[in-house]
């Protein structure tokens, strides 16, 4: 134990960090206010600094609040057998959930030796013992285990089945009795539950549902659906309440019919939720905007069937072949959706903002309105570029307002230091049977920007009207950057010749002029990836801290209801906020919105864990093939045992194994994030733009893997 220091002010960092590392035991807030002999006024600072010190990742918090180093682990655990490594050997993971970040590899005794083997889903309490290569863990008795389903392409053996995971953390395949494949022919996705035990050393599994051809689209689908437990059927109730649905009478709302509000979406997009209009004001010194937003709220009532469906699901997922809604068609296509020349029930903010893009002011209003014209973002964009008229319903100063608001929106955004990355997105063109035809790139116009900035707008007087109300407000949330991730990133610019930022403390500010600065570089790529992996995930939470990616210092969604829960509990808020009748009585309070938040964030990262899974099992099947054939790419990722590239015709990610690099050894400079060859003298770095050679298509998990061809010299 180290000596205690004589002094009862605020320890350094770097000294809390020494006196965790020295103890082999996890320490409370009394531990450390006798070690450093802390006066009371500095007790409660400490606990913030311990706090920080652990979203920063340097130390981990156990049971009962108590601290300690980041490769502690307990010595009596229970661990869980999450996978098996290329070598058939169990990976291992703690169970204790105040442990799930430790890094720390866990390997497993091979003795006692136990039969059967620890299987994939086994539990088992164990004695960890540190070594230098991480934990050893002996097993002392294994316990009740839980079936797992996975997800798999069946292969048909001689006398038996063979499954290969989708899942690319499992390593090995598992093998199906000729009883238990349920049917399955080969080349089908399946759903497999693990059994105890193992067949010629592979574990064992039996098939329980088939989604059909692993080369269709929608067997792939529905597998991932599948896979990421995203729930398709609404109960009874609620598909008979959504049935059921009837039209709103205008009584007691605002009649805004006489405004010409247009809806702007996707030529393929089927629900409309928002709709804008635009205007001179009357003294000619800036804008006024209406942002109209179906009323959703009307036909979805706290804790009904529907509402409990929406929450459950907690936002609609879309893929290219089909789409989950929140709500039923009924309501989501139908009686919410803001189709044209009909009535519909909507929530509406009218703002005020000069000329420079700063809002005046801002009303709300719970309204009946009838949109004059769906229009799409490509049809708005050439009206404006050629000056024309789409329709007849809508006059072209309407457009020109529409732009003249967005340039002023626009400039205000780049001046408080919004961050814009703009990424490459892409999109599947499938063939009416569902198979894939091509897929293209998206065109980001200033149609696509105008609507963004409307929506945002909105949002943002949504949080300011709730917060000066002092209501319950699901805000969304984004993070600053924690500092380990600000001083990596700093350091691999640095290399790059940049400097970026002053002082510890960064703002959106920062990292914008650093978008614009760079921008024309031939790394732009590579540094706008750093710059994103830098950025912490946006969340769904009651408690405020402004959204730093926007520079905005409150924020909440409003804008979309019929696909996103969150927008809905704001809608209820703003409404009961209004006093206007046939409101809701508040019954939520302060923990139920802080598990909400807690839920619906979890089903948005669910939701974009199968998009970006679908893409990428598309694109292998798109792929399928063309093994042999050439693309041009950049990489996105550099490990010391390869390199990540993104091919740009597809937009699909791949593996570059460091085997298949030129001759000679590859040193890892990990700070730099490049491979660098001193025999050949050659690197290969963050950003750089390479020619590859398509290798390798995993159908199952949706890999690919390349060869570098050559480096692109020009740019």
Known sequence: MQKPPNRSSLPTEKKILEFINHNSRPLGKRDFVRYFRLSTSNRRMLVGMLEDLVKEGKIQRGRNRRYVSNDYLPSVSVVEVKGLDDDGEAILKLSDKHFEKSKEKIFLNSKPVIKPAPGIGDKLLVKLKAKKYGY???????????????IGLFHSQPDCGLVTPSDRRLKTKFIINTKETNGAVDGELVECETIS??????PRARIIKIFGNSKTVNAITASIISKHGIPQQFTEPAFLQAQNSKAVPPKNRADIRHIPLVTIDDKNARDFDDAVWAERTKNNDGWHIIVAIADVSHYVRQNDPLDQAARNRGNSVYFPNTVIPMLPEKLSNGWCSLLPNEDRPCLAVDIWIDDAGNKK????????????????????QDSYNQKKEIDSNISFNLIDNLYGTFFSLDNHKKKRGAIDLDKQEYHFSLSQEGSIVGIEKRVRLDSHRLIEEFMILANQCAAETLESNNALCMYRTHERPDTISVRDLRKYLKLLGIKFGDGQSVRPLHFSQLIEKTKDRKDALGIQDAILRCQSRAVYSPKNIGHFGLALRRYAHFTSPIRRYSDLLVHRALINSLNTPNREPENDNLETFIEYGSHISMTERRAMAAERELFDRMAALYLWNQEGNTFSGYVTGVERFGLFVEINEVGACGFIPVSTLEVGYHQFDEVRRCLFNERTNTKFQLGDYINVRLKEVNLATGGLVFEVKQKEKKF
Do not use: W
Request: with cysteine.
């Open 136 to 150: 050893e863990a002996r097993i002392i008795k294994r316990l009740q285990k839980d079936p797992i389903n996975l």
């Open 361 to 380: 002011r801002h009303k709300f209003s719970r309204c009946i309105m009838r949109s004059a014209a769906r229009l799409t973002y490509s049809e708005v």
């Open 197 to 202: 035990g193992r067949e010629f050393g592979l």
